[in-house]
């Protein structure tokens, strides 16, 4: 079992970064900035996606559902659709119930702001300070998150 939960802490920890991260700047779909600086206290997902991408489809439940469990508490995620029209983008998120902000980017304005997406889908995870600690190309799960968030908040203690 340890071995199991050393994998999945190595899986999604590919790239760990020691400095705060540049507080990001986006406009969601409605139009409402959302700040890095402003989810202070709470983990943040970033994740990368388009609406053509099957794995970027096969992951958008599992961060649905982690986002409406851990939104209020401990845990948001913010959706950067790439490669996507806003109006592909808007029927994704109603066949697909997203809860969470989405924004349409670019791959300019990811690397300006959040880092280099060669893939999708790709998320960052900060730390409830800002700190850029994971990095991940590829699918996740909200199995690893939050064993991932439950493996930092037992260390801290």
């Avoid at 199991?4 to 802490?9: E, G």
């Avoid at 029209?85 to 300019?108: D, N, Q, W």
């Avoid at 064993?147 to 801290?156: D, R």
Wanted: glycine share 4%.
């Amino acid at each position: 079992m340890k071995t199991c939960r050393v994998l999945l802490l190595v899986c999604l920890s590919l790239l760990v970064c020691a400095a705060t991260a540049q507080d990001f700047v986006f406009k969601d779909m409605q139009g409402n900035t959302l700040r890095l600086a402003d989810y202070r206290g709470k983990w943040v997902l970033v994740n990368f996606w388009a609406t053509w991408c099957p794995p970027c489809e096969q992951e958008t439940p599992d961060l649905v559902a982690m986002h409406n469990a851990h939104k209020s508490s401990d845990l948001v995620v913010v959706g950067v659709a790439l490669d996507s029209t806003r109006a592909a983008v808007a029927e994704f998120a109603a066949k697909h119930k997203i809860s969470y902000p989405l924004v349409i980017g670019s791959y300019t304005m990811a690397e300006m702001q959040v880092g280099v997406v060669e893939a999708l889908p790709t998320s960052y995870l900060y730390d409830p300070a800002g700190k850029l600690v994971s990095y991940q190309e590829g699918m996740v799960t909200r199995a690893e998150v939050e064993t991932y968030l439950f493996l930092k908040n037992k260390n801290k203690k």
